[in-house]
C-alpha cells in the first residue's frame, strides 16, 4: 500500500506538472518543481519495491554429487570444485546440450569479461569450445590443450556444437575468491531461473565484487560511470555481490583432486 501510494502521488504530480506547463512559457519553470518531485517519488516507490522483492528472495543452488547447477531445472550448466588453495583454483565445467547462456546465441557463455590480477587456463577435455580472446575467436579441442587467458585481456566463450554437452576445465592463478565467484553466480543463476534471466544490475553488482570488469563496457565507464555511480545504487536497490547464505556451505575438497578423472565427474 506505502509503495501504491508513493507511485500515486508522483502521478498526480506529473499530471499538476502537465496542466501547468500550459499555462505558457512561466507554467513551464512552474512544472518544474512538480516534475522534479514526480521523478523523485517515482524512484523511491521503484526502489523500495525493488528491496521488498529481493529482501523476500531465497538464493538456492542445486547440488547434486558435489556439482553446482545454473538452473532450477538441472538441465543448463554446472560446475564442480577441483582444487582451491591460495596459488591455484580449479573447476570443472560441464555445458549440457542447448545451455542458456548470458548471450543467449552463444550456448553456455558467461559474460565478456577480463581479470585484473589473474591468469586463467582453459582445457578443454570432450566436446568443442569457442573461445573469443581479445576480439579473435577461435575453435579449441582437447587436442588443443590448455588456452592461456592472460590478465586484462577481454574473453569469453561458448559451447560451439550447442547440439552436444561440452567439458572444461578452468584454471585461476593466483585463486583469489574464484570459487566464491561462482558459487555467488551459480547461486543467481539458479535462483532466477537461468543464467540468461538474472538481471544486468545483479551481474554488475556481482562482477564489481569480485574486481573483474565486464568486457563490453569501456574502461573509463566502467572505473567511474558504472563502480562510483551505478553499483551503489544497485546496492541501494538490494541487489549483492555475494550469497552469503551459500558461501558459507562451501563442498568439501576431494581427497586427492588431482586424481579425479574427467569420467567420473560427468
Known sequence: LFYFLLNSASGLRLVMASVAARKGRSGVWKALPFLAIGIVFVSIGSVGKTRASLARKKYVVGTISGWLEDSQYGNQTKVKLLQNTPV??????????????FDMTKSGSPPPHLHLRQTEWLTVTEGRLTLLLDGVERNVTAADGPQEIPPLLRHTWWNAEPEQHMEAVATFRPALHSW????????????YGTFSKVPIPQYLVLFEAFDMPHGDIPDLVWSTVIRHVAVPLFKFAGYRGFVDEYMNSSPKLPVEPEAASHTELK
Open 88 to 101: 591455484v583454483c580449479e573447476v570443472a565445467l560441464h555445458i549440457r546440450p542447448h545451455s542458456d547462456g
Open 180 to 191: 566464491d565467484f561462482f558459487r555467488s553466480v551459480y547461486a543467481y543463476g539458479a535462483t
